[in-house]
Nanobody, 119 residues
Framework: QVQVVESGGGLVQPGGSLRLSCAASGSRISISTMGWYRQAPGKQRELVASISSVGSTNYGDSVKGRFTISRDNAKNTVYLQMNSLRPEDTAVYYC?????????????WGQGTQVTVSS
């Protein structure tokens, strides 16, 4: 049974920083792409950042230069460092992992963590 669990959300003032973490648990798993998405009220879910198995990264235009995605393959964990946060970054952030088991890729999502940027 694979589980994907996020942590690190909360309330922060504009200009502040937060770090999100997401860890996958399970036996004999290999993780391909890891990513973060977000969904604000009344809006569609959008890509925030993704990182491939070899470390290639991709960012949404609105977060470039402010957010950094990284991964620790030994811990099956992906991180999102968020700096210079803005009120428009307020959303529920979801972790996504493409997990390969027995040569078959499966799409896993975390439960979501709320990030609120407000003074």
């Amino acid at each position: 049974q694979v589980q994907v669990v996020e942590s690190g959300g909360g309330l922060v003032q504009p200009g502040g920083s937060l770090r999100l973490s997401c860890a996958a648990s399970g036996s004999r798993i290999s993780i391909s792409t890891m990513g973060w998405y977000r969904q604000a009220p009344g809006k569609q879910r959008e890509l925030v950042a993704s990182i491939s198995s070899v470390g290639s990264t991709n960012y949404g235009d609105s977060v470039k230069g402010r957010f950094t995605i990284s991964r620790d393959n030994a811990k099956n964990t992906v991180y999102l460092q968020m700096n210079s946060l803005r009120p428009e970054d307020t959303a529920v952030y979801y972790c996504n992992m493409v997990i390969v088991m027995d040569w078959t890729p499966y799409d896993y999502w975390g439960q979501g963590t709320q990030v609120t940027v407000s003074s």
